[in-house]
């Protein structure tokens, strides 16, 4: 692949470009649903993780 670091370079800048356009307020509704998610996986689905459905597309099990 002769321009292997173009892509990841290309997506770096966008998303840069992106959050850097958008409005403060837009950020901290995205920060509080991802916070709000990472409590729900700590809080309560790592403590049931035998009765919970939990995705695993491991290709050993």
Aim: positive net charge; proline residues 7%; glycine residues 4%.
């Amino acid at each position: 692949m002769p321009l292997w670091p173009l892509a990841p370079v290309v997506v770096i800048i966008s998303l840069t470009y992106a959050v850097s356009r958008s409005a403060p307020m837009d950020l901290l509704i995205t920060a509080g649903i991802v916070a709000a998610a990472l409590g729900y996986e700590v809080l309560y689905l790592r403590r049931r993780r035998s009765t919970r459905f939990v995705v695993d597309a491991r290709a050993d099990r």
